[in-house]
């Protein structure tokens, strides 16, 4: 899969949701699938500081419970964690090697398939507002093109959670932060919803409401809304 | 701090003080520097507002305008479902916002305003609102302990009147775990309630049964409990 044009066609796809309409964990979700495509990743997640001094997942490349558990105890334990207290990349590159400090994690991650994991700081001027995390099946250091390109991912992410040109004030960023965590609560609630009323699991019910956001032109955050008011009806032929 | 950390001093306080609302108003108020009052409204959407508790009269002043108005930080925070931190009201971004509102919230006293919805995700309970007479951003470790205060107070806002589960049973949905809220959507459709609703049926049945929420979550989750009308 050729790298350099796909950089240029993730860049352009990202530089769309900027616009009016714009939903931040619809943003997120993309902007997690092509760090996964353009890095080699397996897995790939994106967490945002929840500004009470914890990190909270808002993104996954995939919606697989296991995978979601995995990045949940990643925002408790290991490279995340000390890129985010550090702003500092980290990785640990052969989870094999059971590194004392993150013993959980090492194993949750391989019997996940993992063999090594790397973060990568969302930074806003001082602040490290979240961290980009990448989960490989092969171990091995993030090579220095892909550390490059990672950081410019991790930097998109940052810019579009931040969406406004002049982002000066402190308040405007805890502001958009809570926002966009709210979001994802509210996806995850509209996820419970769709299931039971369809029958499926969590994770399929997500990609009908992605899908029907993107048919019908949708914002996900709002639709996820009427999903749970029961106003918007979603039937399995959407997805 | 890290969260942990943090919750855990929150929560230490409110052991000491008591779970009532007005108790954490006090508490809140007492532990922030940077706050002279606290307010909250307990509402179920903008035109019904059923309650309100208020550390001062100015308090209660500007709680009554906002709601009499329909406009201000409160409004706003309640609507959009994010904290609206309004650091000095005479800026003209905020007269342009509030137009009544600024005005006469100055006029009483208040010069910042930071309006925090007490919510988890659709299930929106009402708004914190802390304020200053003078102007000022909230300080980063404020606005921390303010966020912490705010998920307290939404617990226990969505009481099961079981005040010891409040203290102990403050980390999984403030900790946000996907699945709880996964559980929360589920059961909202199997017993037919409001998603509110939903989450204290989900709450109690993990209280009655010495269960954490969260597990009792991925019980539902994973459909091996099914809540059909059980006596809780």
């Not at chain 1, 790298?3 to 979700?29: C, I, K, Q, S, Y």
């Not at chain 2, 939903?198 to 010495?210: I, S």
């Amino acid at each position: 899969m050729p790298r350099g044009p796909g950089l240029v066609d993730a860049f352009v796809e990202l530089a769309d949701t900027l616009v009016v309409g714009f939903d931040v964990v619809e943003f997120m979700h993309a902007l997690s699938g092509r760090c996964m495509e353009l890095l080699g990743a397996q897995a790939a997640g994106l967490m945002l500081a929840d500004q009470r001094g914890s990190l909270r997942v808002i993104a996954t490349s995939s919606e697989q419970a296991r995978l979601l558990e995995l990045f949940e105890l990643e925002t408790e334990e290991g490279p995340c964690l000390l890129c985010f207290r550090t702003g500092a990349t980290v990785g640990d590159s052969d989870l094999s090697r059971d590194d004392p400090r993150w013993p959980r994690l090492a194993a949750r991650a391989r019997e996940a398939g993992f063999q090594s994991v790397h973060a990568l700081p969302m930074r806003l001027r001082d602040e490290i507002v979240g961290v980009l995390n990448l989960c490989y099946a092969s171990p091995g250091p993030l090579s220095d093109h892909d550390a490059r390109i990672g950081q410019a991912l991790a930097d998109i992410a940052t810019i579009g959670l931040l969406q406004e040109r002049a982002i000066r004030q402190r308040q405007v960023l805890a502001e958009q932060l809570q926002s966009a965590l709210t979001s994802r609560v509210l996806i995850e609630q509209a996820k419970g919803v769709l299931a039971e009323r369809l029958q499926i699991t969590p994770d399929v019910a997500f990609a009908l409401l992605r899908a029907h956001a993107r048919r019908y032109n949708r914002q996900l955050t709002q639709l996820a809304n009427e999903v749970i008011a029961g106003s918007t009806e979603i039937s399995s032929a959407d997805g | 701090m890290d969260g942990g950390k943090r919750r855990g001093r929150v929560l230490a306080l409110l052991a000491t003080e008591g779970p009532g609302v007005d108790q954490l108003c006090a508490a809140c108020v007492g532990y922030l520097p940077g706050v002279t009052g606290a307010s909250v409204a307990v509402l179920t959407n903008p035109a019904t507002r059923h309650t309100v508790h208020a550390t001062d009269q100015l308090g209660e002043r500007l709680e009554d305008l906002q709601f009499t108005l329909g406009e201000g930080p409160c409004v706003d925070a309640f609507a959009e479902g994010g904290p609206v931190l309004a650091v000095d009201l005479s800026e003209p971004q905020y007269l342009l916002r509030w137009p009544v509102f600024v005005p006469a919230g100055v006029t009483a006293g208040a010069r910042a305003v930071f309006a925090f919805p007490l919510q988890v995700g659709a299930i929106r309970i009402g708004v914190l609102d802390l304020y200053r007479v003078t102007p000022g951003a909230l300080p980063d470790t404020e606005l921390a302990d303010a966020l912490v205060f705010a998920d307290a107070l939404t617990w226990l806002l969505l009481g099961n009147g079981h005040n010891g589960a409040v203290v102990d049973r403050l980390d999984p949905v403030a900790g946000g775990r996907a699945v709880v809220h996964q559980a929360t959507g589920m059961l909202r459709v199997q017993l037919g309630v409001s998603i509110d609703e939903a989450l204290v049926r989900l709450r109690t049945h993990a209280y009655a049964n010495d269960q954490p929420v969260e597990q009792v979550a991925r019980e539902v989750v994973a459909r091996r409990l099914r809540f059909e009308d059980m006596d809780d």
